[in-house]
Each structure stands twice: as structure tokens, then as C-alpha cells.
């Protein structure tokens, strides 16, 4: 059973840090790209930031450059977002995506975490 269960999301205020973590299960972890989506209320699910199955080639979006650091450790097979100088627009529940690095429609999803920045 493939499973991607994210944690490390809360509360935290303007300017302060969190990393969330993802940890994978049921697939070959080295096989997938992983990513990091967001979606705020009333917004679409935005992708935040993407690292290749090799643990290269980082990207991110645009709003999230210079905060946000994309990361995998393949010996525990998990991915972690750390996110600083945190503001109240990354308000949002981020979501864990691995991809299979050919087989494209070979996806998966974690539940998501809860990030709340206040101001």
C-alpha cells in the first residue's frame, strides 16, 4: 500500500520557520520525483517546490525562492520543506506528490499538513 504522510506543519508567526516532513512507503522511493503542493481556501492547489528522483535539480515557485529549501534523504526514504521567513501567505495545507521519474501517471498523494502564519 503506497502511503506519503506528511508532518512538522502548526501555528507559527510572521517571519518564523517550520519543516515539514513526508515520509513514503509502499513504492520505490528512488524511482519518483517528490514535490510539495499548497492550497490555500477558495485557491487551487499550487506546486510549491520539486526535487528529482535523484535529489537534484530543485525548483520552486517563484513566491517561495530564497524562503523555501526542498530535500530528500533516500535512506529514510523522506522529503522535507523547510520554509523560512515564513509569511501569512503561505497560510495553507501543503501536500506531499511523488512521481514516478518516467511513468508520469504514476502519482501519489499524502493527506496534507496544516500551516498557519499569523501576522
Known amino acids: 500500500q503506497v502511503q506519503l504522510v506528511e508532518s512538522g506543519g502548526g501555528l507559527v508567526q510572521s517571519g518564523g520557520s517550520l519543516r515539514l516532513s513526508c515520509a513514503a512507503s509502499g513504492f520505490t522511493f528512488s524511482m519518483h520525483d517528490m514535490s510539495w503542493y499548497r492550497q490555500a481556501p ?3 492547489r499550487e506546486l510549491v517546490a520539486s526535487i528529482t ?16 529549501t526542498i530535500s530528500t534523504d533516500s535512506a529514510k526514504k ?10 501569512p501567505e503561505d497560510t495553507a ?6 512521481r514516478h521519474f518516467l511513468v508520469r501517471n504514476l502519482n501519489y498523494w499524502g493527506q496534507g499538513t496544516q500551516v498557519t502564519v499569523s501576522s
Open 42 to 44: 477558495g485557491k487551487e
Open 53 to 68: 528522483s535523484g535529489g537534484g535539480s530543485p525548483n520552486y515557485a517563484d513566491s517561495v525562492k530564497g524562503r523555501f
Open 78 to 87: 523522506t522529503v522535507y520543506l523547510q520554509m523560512n521567513s515564513l509569511k
Open 93 to 98: 495545507v501543503y501536500f506531499c506528490n511523488a
